[in-house]
C-alpha cells in the first residue's frame, strides 16, 4: 500500500486529509441527530412527554424527522450554490467559507435549551446543513482535480472513509453523554458543540494547501498553475511529466473553449457528452440514499431497537459498533480494493451483498417478531434473533463500503471534464441532498408501520434497481479526467491526441525560452 509512488504523493494525500475534515462534518452530523433526540432528557426538555412522563411517539417522531432532514434541507440548497461560487472565487476559498458558515450554524445548536427553544437547533441544523452542503459538492471536485490518476479513485475514495469516521465518532460521543451525562443539557451541547473541532482543524488546514491547478488553468493561470501542479507532483517545474499533464489539462481547457464559448450554463448541461454525465450524477445518488444505509446510519438507535436491542445503552452500543464496522471496512476497500476491482464490478457486487442481508433481516424479523419492553420494565438482554440481525446488518455495511459508499463519489469525481465539473459535482451532491431529506424525514414513519416490511423494500432496491444500474455504467479505472470527453463522446480519440500534441509543443517551446533567457542573463 505505501509504495514509493504514495510518497511521492504525500501532498495530495495532506491536501485530501485536510479538505476531508469537512467530510468529517458530514457524517458527524448525519450520525449525531438519531441519537441526540433518542435520549430520555432531550425528549422530557423539549416537551415530547406526556403530562404521565411517557413519550408522545406522534411527537418525538415528527422532532426526529425534523431534527434529522433540515439539516439535508440546508445541504441541498447550499450544494447547488457552490458551483458558482468555486467556479468564481476557486476550490480552497469556496471550501473556507462554507466552513465558517457550518460553524455559526454549530453554535445556534449547542446554545439551544432554557428560554431557547428547539427552533435554534432547526435553525442551526439549517445554516449547518448548507455549510455541509457547499463542502460536499466542493471537496471531492477540489482533492479529485488535484490527483495523479494512478491513485485518484483511493485519494478520492477517503471521502467515504471520513464520512464513515464522522459517524462512528457522532455513535461513541452519544453513547458516552448518555451514560455520563444522561440528565442534563449536555446530551446535545456537547455533540452539537464537538462539530466546531473538525471545522477549525480543517479551516487552519485549508490555509497550508494549494489551489487546484485546473481551476487556476481554466482561469488562463496557467503559470501559478504549473508551479502548483509541480508542488503537488514533487517534481521540477520542467519535468516532462508535469509538462505533458499540464499540456492535456491545457488541450482539454481550450477544447471546451472553442466549442462552449458564450453558451454559458445551458451547453454546460445539454453539449455533446454532457447529458448522459448528468444523468449518472443524480441517479447514481437517487439509488445511493435509497440503499438502507442512511435509514440505519441516521436512525441506528431506533432501527437496533426496532430489531430487539431494547434500552438506550443497548441500542448505542450497537449502534457504535456498527460505525467501527463502517469504518474498517470503508479504510480496507478503499485503500486495497478501489483500484484493482475497478468501479462497474464494486457496485454490483456491493449491491447484491447488501439486498441478500436485507432480505435475510427481513425474513428474521417477520418470523422472530420484537416484543416491545413496557415502561419501567428493565431492558432484557437481546435474544438470539436480534443478535442475528444484528450480526446482518454489520455485514451488510460491509457490502455498501466496498461499492455504494466510497463509489459514488469517486465515479461522479472521474467523469466530468474541469469546465463542467462544478456543476456536475453540484447536481450530484443536490441529488445526494434531496433525497437524503426525502429519506430522513420518511424514515421514521416508514418503521413504524412497515416493520419487517421496510428491509425486504430496501432489498428490493438494492437488487432490483442499483445492480442493474451498476452494470451500465462505463469502467472509469485508470483512466485521466481528461479521457472521459472521448469515453462519453465530446470529442475523438484523433482530436484529443492533435490538441496534447500541439500543447505540448506550445509549453516545450515556452520552457526552451525560460531556459536560453536564464542562461543568457547567466552570461550576462
Known amino acids: 500500500m505505501l509504495d514509493r509512488d504514495s510518497f511521492k504523493n504525500i501532498r495530495v494525500y495532506w491536501l485530501a486529509f485536510v479538505s476531508y475534515w469537512g467530510i468529517i462534518l458530514f457524517g458527524y452530523d448525519t450520525g449525531i441527530a438519531g441519537g441526540v433526540v433518542s435520549q430520555p432528557y432531550f425528549e422530557t426538555h423539549f416537551g415530547l412527554a406526556d403530562a404521565d412522563g411517557k413519550v408522545n411517539q406522534s411527537k418525538e417522531t415528527e422532532v426526529a424527522s425534523n431534527v434529522v432532514s433540515v439539516l439535508q434541507a440546508g445541504a441541498f440548497f447550499g450544494a447547488l450554490g457552490s458551483a458558482p461560487i468555486s467556479a468564481w472565487i476557486g476550490r480552497r476559498w469556496t471550501l473556507i467559507g462554507f466552513t465558517l458558515v457550518f460553524c455559526v450554524g454549530a453554535v445556534l445548536t449547542t446554545l439551544a435549551g432554557g428560554s431557547r427553544g428547539i427552533g435554534y437547533i432547526y435553525g442551526g441544523r439549517v445554516i449547518s446543513g448548507i455549510g455541509i452542503g457547499g463542502i460536499s459538492a466542493v471537496a471531492p471536485a477540489y482533492v479529485s ?8 479513485g483511493r485519494i478520492t475514495g477517503l471521502f467515504q472513509i471520513m464520512v464513515a469516521t464522522g459517524v462512528m465518532i457522532s455513535y461513541f460521543i452519544n453513547l458516552g453523554v448518555g451514560l455520563h451525562m444522561a440528565h442534563s443539557p449536555n446530551v446535545w451541547r456537547i455533540p452539537f458543540g464537538f462539530q466546531l473541532v473538525p471545522a477549525g482543524i480543517m479551516c487552519l488546514g485549508l490555509l497550508t494547501v494549494k489551489e487546484s491547478p485546473r481551476w487556476l488553468a481554466s482561469k488562463g493561470r496557467i503559470h501559478e498553475a504549473m508551479q502548483n501542479l509541480a508542488y503537488l507532483r514533487k517534481e521540477p517545474n520542467d519535468s516532462p511529466a508535469v509538462r505533458h499533464e499540464m499540456a492535456e489539462i491545457e488541450a482539454a481547457i481550450e477544447e471546451e473553449r472553442g466549442a462552449r464559448e458564450g453558451l454559458g450554463i ?28 442512511n435509514s440505519v446510519g441516521y436512525y441506528a438507535p431506533q432501527i437496533f431497537t426496532s430489531i430487539g436491542y431494547s434500552g438506550t445503552t443497548n441500542s448505542l452500543l450497537a449502534s457504535g ?19 484493482s476491482l475497478g468501479r462497474k464490478i464494486s457496485l454490483f457486487i456491493s449491491s447484491l451483498g447488501m439486498g441478500t442481508m436485507f432480505f435475510i433481516i427481513g425474513a428474521i424479523l417477520k418470523t422472530h417478531p420484537v416484543h416491545a419492553v413496557q415502561p419501567g420494565q428493565a431492558p432484557p438482554p437481546p435474544p438470539p434473533a436480534s443478535k442475528a440481525m444484528a450480526a446482518m446488518l ?5 457490502f455498501y463500503s466496498m461499492g455504494w459508499g466510497p463509489i ?13 465539473r462544478h456543476y456536475g459535482l453540484a447536481v450530484a451532491s443536490g441529488s445526494q441532498w434531496l433525497w437524503n431529506f426525502v429519506v430522513s424525514k420518511v424514515t421514521p414513519t416508514l418503521e413504524a408501520d412497515l416493520g419487517y416490511k421496510l428491509f425486504m423494500m430496501f432489498a428490493t432496491i438494492n437488487i432490483g434497481g442499483m445492480a442493474v444500474f451498476s452494470l451500465l455504467l462505463p469502467e472509469t479505472k485508470g483512466r485521466s479526467l481528461e479521457e472521459m470527453d472521448i469515453i462519453f463522446g465530446a470529442v475523438t480519440t484523433e482530436t484529443r491526441a492533435v490538441f ?5 509543443l506550445a509549453l516545450h517551446h515556452e520552457v526552451h525560452e525560460t531556459t536560453s533567457e536564464q542562461s543568457v542573463d547567466r552570461k550576462v
Open 500 to 504: 496534447i500534441e500541439k500543447q505540448e
Open 408 to 420: 459514488p463519489w469517486v465515479y461522479v469525481s472521474d467523469i466530468f471534464p474541469t469546465r463542467t
Open 394 to 398: 454489520y455485514i451488510y455495511v460491509c
Open 266 to 293: 445551458k451547453e454546460a448541461f445539454f453539449g455533446k457528452g454532457n447529458l448522459v454525465r448528468f444523468v449518472i450524477a443524480f441517479v447514481i445518488f437517487l439509488l445511493q440514499q435509497w440503499s438502507g444505509q
Open 145 to 152: 482535480e488535484c490527483s495523479p490518476k494512478d491513485v485518484r
Open 321 to 339: 459498533i456498527y460505525g467501527i464496522v463502517k469504518v474498517v471496512a470503508t479504510s480496507l476497500f478503499v485503500f486495497f480494493f478501489v483500484e
